[in-house]
């Protein structure tokens, strides 16, 4: 290998002379070796015949990943609530959603090209449900754009509807409660929402668009609830609420 290397360049790049603007001199035809021939890539090429190899066939050694490597993603369809939280955040746009309409509910579709993803490990960290995951594995080379692609689909189930509430026998009317000064709505620190009752409609909107069934409106009641175990954060009822009464 090293003879090959070091040998056939030099060899290509020796002038060779013409038959006849350019006559062979007759120490060059009759020696074969001497001080009026320089062959400097010979004593190269012989050292590094007897020397340690300096490449290795691939794949036969192959190499951990180091600690806390970033590589193919891997997707768990079964974890995932399809917030679209990690498309959102996602700096090189890597990540589509394709949603279907299906008789057992909605068809969600996530994928991830690889060709376009930056490995921040961005949509890793604010996937609440542990969804996805970078794996130590290097090897991403393709010949083709499909090769780079990793996707996943799961069903999502409609909400069962709840019974309608019986009706309640007519009351006498009852004077008018007196009303209470608005107080300011403060966000968070842990990020979840907060309804602002002087502003919020009821219309149920942000608990059917909840990813996560965290949020019960109730009309008739005039009341908003909100499931802290089940609430991920990802600010569903914030984008779809028509009166921007949500607070994140």
Known sequence: M????????????????????????????????????????IKEAISQLFSKSSCAMYPAAESPAAPNYRGRIVYHPDRCIACGMCERVCSGNAITRRVEKTDEGDKITLTFNLGSCTFCATCADFCSRNAIEFTGDYHMVATKEEDLLVSGSFIKKPPAKKPAPAAKPQAAPAEAPKETPACAVVPREDGKPVSDPSKCVYCTLCAKKCPAGAIEVDRAAKTWALDEEKCVACGTCAEVCPKKCIIM
């Open 2 to 41: 090293s003879m090959w290397m070091w040998m056939w360049p030099a060899a290509r790049r020796s002038p060779r002379p013409s038959s006849t603007a350019w006559p062979l001199p007759q120490k060059f035809s009759r020696k074969r070796g001497g001080a009026d021939m320089d062959f400097p890539f």
